[in-house]
């Protein structure tokens, strides 16, 4: 920036009657040219442009950009005409850095789910068939929260690189939310139905109840050492959609 603004001072500093030739003027012309493409090459020097915006660029100037090249230099960007398109390069160097910070968000949220599982606790002599109360409310707040952040993210305007894969997660999570809360409403009802009809003369009593309740129970047997094979929150719940 030094150099260049010492050649802007030396130019303007020239004897006036050096101002008509035409080869000062040629001068002026690209020293002005390259101060105003310093900012947009800084732009495009920015390490969120991926390959698909380089061909965005590419089709927009009709230049090649072999930057994966180990011989690609700051002169393979200056051939192009980048001032002539100045606006939309920007534009597509802007949404580089936007959808970078959309990327990260979203990996952030695939990351947390991906490593959260369930946790059981002991139910009388017959194993882990409960889920732990406390960890499932913290479980459906973390899934509002990262709802909220999924949420974000659809509505901003730069996500179309990610909108399958937002979608995707907001459909999984808000799905997994559901049938954790059902489990818990079945859970509550289980445990009071297997005090009432295992072991007990009220299932003698009842025997069409007591019938009904011992499909339950398979059930919710089947259902919990399912879980047990695939803890994972999200797999669990979602796994064989």
């Keep these: 920036n030094e150099e260049l603004n010492d050649f802007q001072n030396r130019c303007r500093k ?11 003027n040629a001068l002026k012309q690209k020293i002005d040219d390259f101060n105003e493409t310093c900012p947009l090459l800084e732009l495009m020097t920015n390490k969120a442009l991926k390959a698909r915006h380089w061909e965005r660029i590419s089709v927009l100037t009709g230049h ?32 580089a ?8 968000k979203l990996k952030q949220v695939i990351s947390e789910w991906n490593h959260e599982e369930l946790t059981f606790s002991q139910f009388k002599n017959r194993g882990e068939l409960l889920l732990k109360g406390q960890q499932v409310s913290d479980i459906v707040s ?15 305007r730069y996500n179309a690189p990610f909108k399958k894969s937002i979608h995707k997660w ?72």
């Design 14 to 24: 020239l004897p006036r009657a050096l101002k008509d030739w035409p080869a000062y």
């Design 64 to 95: 090649t950009f072999d930057f994966e090249s180990d011989t690609f230099m700051l002169r393979n960007i200056m051939e192009a005409p980048l001032l002539q398109f100045k606006e939309d390069i920007e534009d597509i160097c802007i949404s």
């Design 97 to 104: 850095v936007k959808e970078k910070d959309i990327e990260a």
């Design 142 to 156: 973390k899934m509002e929260d990262s709802l909220m952040m999924l949420g974000s993210l659809m509505s901003n």
């Design 170 to 241: 907001v459909t999984q999570l808000s799905s997994s939310t559901d049938i954790i809360e059902s489990w818990m409403s079945v859970q509550n009802l289980w445990i009071y139905l297997e005090a009432v009809f295992v072991g007990g003369d009220i299932a003698k009593q009842l025997p069409k109840e007591a019938k009904r309740f011992q499909s339950i129970d398979k059930s919710w047997v089947k259902i919990m050492t399912r879980a047990h094979e695939t803890p994972s929150v999200v797999s669990c719940c979602v796994g064989d959609e």
